[in-house]
């Protein structure tokens, strides 16, 4: 009896690695909200109006208004445009994490979410992968407005560059981690606009981004202090203002790590078939 020579053209191709199937997930994930981002040139100068306001018209307004005190991480009189910068550069990575929320509820109406949390791989991988997208559009926007408040003779030195490039990243991080859980909860598109204001504006304000923490103690402001330091945006803010002056807070990096992990795993909690939107959808619809 003979046997027929096996065609190797129908022969089934192997399955491709887990790091392979991984780096393919990343490059798509990654690779949509990047190339969506550059198509949309617009939307990088939309999103650097608002703190550039700020850092031009009110930093020359209120020089003079809040004169920033010799405490930590200062040891000689600043500017306050200095003082700003790490402020404005947590808005932008606030006001960016909350966009990324947007995209995902956008996504979530149009189906595109259930088609990717069903792809053969791990939720936890694909949320991961959304959140380091969202990270990566944010520490983008961050930098170009480095330089230009560098144009406006707010130099960094070189040597703390890498130190400040590395809290921006985990600040912005923990803002995209925070929108990931958000899109959790936010149902339509309609309902974003009203639960961001409740979000975005009281962490903002709430926190030493535009004036030290120290001014609203010396008002008596108590429990506006208390939320201030409870508040992980105050974290984020303080952790990017004392990287650049090459110092390191303890406190504050706890803070940024520990709350970016307890965010997404509650936006993981919440796209579990089991137990989030997914199963109130019958399927993530």
Not at 259 to 270: D, K, N, R
Request: with cysteine; hydrophobic share 55%.
């Amino acid at each position: 009896m003979q046997v027929a020579p096996v065609n190797a053209s129908v022969m089934p191709l192997a399955a491709p690695s887990l790091p392979l199937h991984l780096l393919r997930a990343l490059r798509a994930v990654v690779g949509r909200e990047l190339n969506r981002f550059l198509r949309q040139p617009t939307r990088l100068g939309s999103a650097l109006v608002r703190p550039l306001l700020w850092f031009v018209v009110f930093s020359a307004g209120f020089n003079n208004v809040f004169g920033v005190a010799i405490v930590p991480p200062y040891e000689t009189y600043i500017e306050y445009k200095a003082y700003m910068v790490p402020g404005l550069l947590g808005m932008v990575a606030l006001f960016n994490g909350m966009q990324s929320s947007l995209s995902m509820v956008y996504d979530r109406e149009m189906g595109v979410m259930r088609l990717l949390l069903t792809a053969p791989l791990a939720r936890g991988w694909l949320l991961a992968f959304k959140l380091l997208a969202g990270t990566c559009l944010s520490v983008l926007q961050m930098v170009v407005f480095l330089a230009i408040a560098w144009a406006f003779g707010v130099e960094v030195p070189l040597a703390h560059l890498p130190g400040l490039l590395v809290a921006m990243a985990c600040g912005a991080t923990l803002l995209a981690a925070l929108g990931l859980m958000l899109s959790v909860y936010v149902k339509q598109l309609e309902n974003f606009a009203g639960t961001m204001n409740f979000v975005i504006f009281p962490m903002f304000f709430i926190s030493p981004a535009l004036y030290p923490l120290w001014k609203l103690e010396e008002s008596g402001a108590w429990w506006l202090l208390r939320l201030a330091e409870w508040n992980p945006f105050t974290h984020a803010v303080e952790a990017m203002r004392f990287a650049m002056v090459g110092q390191f807070t303890a406190l504050s990096w706890s803070v940024v790590l520990g709350c970016s992990v307890a965010f997404f795993v509650a936006a993981l909690w919440g796209y579990d078939p089991q137990r989030g939107w997914v199963k109130s959808k019958g399927g993530g619809g």
